[in-house]
């Protein structure tokens, strides 16, 4: 006959740690089942009525263990086919796809957002050149009107020219012979804003009219062959 150690306490009435040491003594003799160890009990050492309690408690939970596994038992997986196994593919794949569809539909919308902003962006920058390109021109305008505004009040300003008189013979000689305009006007009685305009009347016709002399950037005048009379009227 053989017992557990619950089993053996409690019909011998001793404690599992002195079961335990008579075990590791070896003063008993015991098996192990399925990791459950059983001590060995000869029928003859024990008495009748010990017998029966025993046999009749193995019993209780024989009947016990096995009602127990019953109610425990699980119910058996159904085995795996060769359609389960493809259904479970197919699912996997359809999920891969849609998630690739979704990927997909997020990085085209990434690309077209930073498109959105490099649009914006070069619309930005446009706008600023433009603003500054307006600006720019309106700076050189009020300049260019300032600058006439300053020509203007300088040409309507009255200069002092200290009169030269020039003797008749002298200024005889100088049109005999060819002479820079601009010393010709200094001996003239002009003032300055005078001078000026007349110098741009020859400017405007200097490459049309053959009376003009041009050498070095200066223009001169020859009294012995033209007459410049219709220019430097005033």
Same mark, same amino acid.
């Given at each position: +006959? ?15 740690? +002195? ?15 399925? =990791? ?21 408690? *193995? ?27 493809? =259904? ?5 794949? *359809? *999920? ?25 962006? +070069? ?70 804003? *005078? ?11 200097? =490459? ?8 070095? =950037? ?17």
């Amino acid at each position: +006959m053989r017992l557990t150690l619950d089993e053996y306490s409690k019909h011998f009435k001793m404690s599992k740690e +002195m079961i335990n040491s008579k075990l590791r003594s070896k003063k008993l003799n015991y098996i192990i089942e399925d =990791g459950i160890t059983y001590i060995i009990v000869t029928r003859s050492s024990l008495e009748k009525d010990k017998r029966s309690e025993i046999h009749k408690t *193995q019993k209780e939970n024989t009947s016990q263990s096995k009602n127990i596994k019953k109610e425990a038992q699980v119910p058996t997986k159904p085995k795996t086919t060769v359609a389960m196994v493809l =259904g479970l593919y197919q699912k996997e794949n *359809q *999920q891969l796809k849609e998630k690739i569809v979704q990927l997909e539909e997020k990085i085209d919308k990434l690309i077209d957002d930073k498109e959105q902003m490099l649009r914006d962006e +070069m619309a930005k920058i446009e706008h600023v050149y433009s603003t500054k390109d307006e600006q720019l021109k309106n700076i050189l305008e009020l300049i260019n009107t300032k600058l006439l505004v300053e020509n203007n009040d300088t040409s309507d300003t009255v200069h002092e020219v200290e009169t030269v008189d020039i003797p008749v013979e002298d200024s005889q000689t100088k049109k005999d012979e060819i002479i820079e305009l601009k010393k010709y006007l200094k001996t003239l009685d002009l003032e300055n804003y *005078q001078q000026k305009i007349i110098k741009k009347r020859f400017l405007a016709v200097y =490459g049309k009219d053959i009376r003009i002399i041009k050498q070095n =950037g200066k223009l001169y005048l020859d009294f012995s062959k033209y007459d410049y009379s219709d220019l430097l009227e005033y």
